[in-house]
C-alpha cells in the first residue's frame, strides 16, 4: 500500500502532539538464566557456566539503617533427562544501596554465577530463587546439550556478547540469552568466545562480522596467530561501535591448527540505546528518511553533494525541533530510534527492516495501540494486524510464502477484524 502524500507529513504531527506517549525501547526485565558449556582443565569433562542476572526492579529491598539491603538464596539442582539427580550447589547473595530510586531501575542489576563439571551429555537444569527477606521465589528450569571438547585438536565455545565497560572490571557480564542483543551505544560490545587447544601449539585464529545475515558487507574481518601455550584460551572480539547500525548481523569465528579447523557462527540482532546521529553517513540518513520527505525533494537531494545533503539534514530537523532550547532534537531522536527497533525486529533475509512494510508502518506511525498476533491460525499463514485508535487506523501484515517478510495486504472477509478484536 502506498502511503499518500499527506501522510508522508503525519508523522511529525503525531509525533509533537503526541510526544508524551512514545512507546521506548527498554533492556529486557526479565531474569537472564544463561547456561554456556565451555571446556575443563579435568580430562574428559566439561565446564558447565550458569550465568544469572535479575534486575533491582524484581527484587525484595529492606531499609536497614542508611541502606536498602537484598538478600537472596540460590541453589541449582541437574539431573539427567531420565531424572536422575547428578549434583546440587547452594549459594547467598546479598546487595545493598544507599538510594531508594535504584531499589525500582530495571537497569541496575544483581549479576552471579556459579560453575560445575560435568560430563558430555544432555542435562535438565532447576534454578530456585529465595529472598530471605520476604516470601518471594523464583524458579526456572533449563535444558543443555553439553557437547564433548576433548575429543577434538580444537574447539570453540558458544559465542557470547558481554559488557566491555564491566569486562574492563574483571566481570563478564553477559547482555542477553537471546539473540536480541540491547545495549547503551556508550558501552559498546564486545564477544566472548572459549577455544579449546588440546595441543597448547600456535594455531590460527580468523573472526568476521558481516551485515544483512549474509557475507556480502563485511564489517570487521581480523587473522591472527595465537602464541598462548595454554590448553583453554579466553578470547574478546571487540566491535567498531560506530560501524554498526541496529540490525542483524552474524558473528563467524574460525580456529586452524594442523589441518583441524573450529568453526562457530551466531546470528544476533542489535539494538542500541543512545545511539548518536553521525553525519558521515549522510547518504543512509537521508535514505532513511524518504517516508517523510516529499517524493520530489527526496530525488533531487539523491543528486546533491554530501555537504549539501548534510546542510538539508540539519536545517530540516531544525526546523522540527520541537524544544529548541534543549541540547537535543527529540523528535529526531525518536524517528531513528524507530528505525533502529524496525532493524532489530522486522528485518528478514538480506532486507533491513527499516525498507519493509512493517518498518515503515512503525517508523510512521509509532507503536501501535493494539496488536493482534496470529502465526498458527488454522488454514491461514502467519499474519499480524496492527490497530491505531488514535488516528482510526488499522493494517494487516501477511507471511503468504513464510518466508518472515510479512508484507501489507488489504482486509479481506478472510480477516474480519472484528472477530479478532473481540476475540482476543
Known sequence: MKIKKVALFIIIIILISQFSGFAQVRPTKDILFLLENYPSKKEGYNLLVIFIRIPYNKLQFVKEKDSFKASYDFSVEVSSRESEKIERKFWREEISTIDFNETSSPYLYLNTQTKLELLPGKYSVLLEISSLNSSQSFSLRKKVDMKSYWDKEIAISEPVFIDPVQRKLNRIEILSDS????????????????????????????????????????????????????????????????????????????????????????????????????????????????????????????????????????????????????????????????????????????????????????????????????????????????????????????????????????????????YYYYRD
Do not use: H
Open 179 to 418: 539473540r536480541n542483543i540491547t545495549t547503551e551505544f556508550s558501552k559498546g560490545l564486545e564477544i566472548f568466545v572459549k577455544i579449546f587447544n588440546k595441543s597448547k601449539e600456535d594455531f590460527n585464529l580468523k573472526w568476521r562480522v558481516s551485515s544483512f545475515y549474509t557475507d556480502e558487507l563485511e564489517l570487521f574481518a581480523n587473522d591472527v596467530k595465537v602464541s598462548e601455550r595454554k590448553m583453554i584460551i579466553d578470547k574478546f572480539i571487540t566491535l567498531d561501535k560506530n560501524l554498526l547500525y541496529s540490525g542483524p548481523y552474524i558473528v563467524v569465528v574460525t580456529a586452524e591448527i594442523n589441518g583441524f579447523i573450529a568453526e562457530v557462527k551466531k546470528r544476533f540482532n542489535l539494538m542500541w540505546i543512545n545511539r548518536p546521529i553521525n553525519l558521515d553517513n549522510i547518504d543512509e540518513l537521508i535514505s532513511q528518511m524518504r517516508y517523510i520527505i516529499p517524493k520530489d525533494t527526496f530525488e533531487l537531494l539523491r543528486g546533491e553533494s554530501s555537504d549539501r545533503k548534510k546542510e538539508f539534514f540539519r536545517e530540516f530537523w531544525s526546523e522540527k525541533d520541537p524544544e529548541p532550547e534543549t541540547k537535543e532534537n527529540e523528535l529526531m531522536k525518536e524517528y531513528f530510534r524507530r528505525i533502529d527497533y524496525a532493524n532489530q525486529n522486522f528485518s528478514f533475509g538480506n532486507k533491513l527492516g527499516w525498507k519493509t512494510d512493517r518498518g515503515r508502518i512503525y517508523i510512521v506511525y509509532g507503536e501501535p495501540s493494539r496488536r493482534i498476533l496470529r502465526y498458527n491460525e488454522p488454514g491461514k499463514p502467519p499474519f499480524e494486524i496492527w490497530i491505531y485508535s488514535r488516528i482510526n487506523r488499522k493494517y494487516l501484515f501477511v507471511d503468504k510464502y513464510r518466508t518472515g517478510e510479512f508484507p501489507l495486504t488489504q482486509f479481506t472477509d478472510e480477516y474480519n477484524i472484528n
